[in-house]
Nanobody
Framework: QVQLVESGGGLVQAGGSLRLSCAATGNIFRINVMGWYRQAPGQQRELVASIAGSTNTNYENSVKGRFTISRDNAKNTVYLEMNSLKPEDTAVYYC????????????????WGQGTQVTVSS
């Protein structure tokens, strides 16, 4: 059974930094796109950043230049380095991974982490 285990959230002052980690565990053949989403109270979940392969990245406009997504394929882990944090970055952050479990059928499934709270105080 595949699980995504997140860590690294917390409370930080505006201008500070946090690093989120998300490790995928279980019987995995290959992980394609990995990403981070966030959901603030009363808001829809939105994509923050995604990474395909090791270097093909995509960012939501408001985090460009402040957040960096990266991954360690050997560890099936994705990271989100968040700098210059703002109060509007406050949300629950979820990692996502598109995973192929079986090379024989190549079916891909999307998995989600449990979410980690990031709170930025002004």
């Amino acid at each position: 059974q595949v699980q995504l285990v997140e860590s690294g959230g917390g409370l930080v002052q505006a201008g500070g930094s946090l690093r989120l980690s998300c490790a995928a565990t279980g019987n995995i053949f290959r992980i394609n796109v990995m990403g981070w989403y966030r959901q603030a109270p009363g808001q829809q979940r939105e994509l923050v950043a995604s990474i395909a392969g090791s270097t093909n990245t995509n960012y939501e406009n408001s985090v460009k230049g402040r957040f960096t997504i990266s991954r360690d394929n050997a560890k099936n882990t994705v990271y989100l380095e968040m700098n210059s944090l703002k109060p509007e970055d406050t949300a629950v952050y979820y990692c996502q991974a598109d995973i192929i479990l079986d090379s024989r059928n190549g079916l891909q499934f999307r998995y989600w982490g449990q979410g980690t709270q990031v709170t930025v105080s002004s």
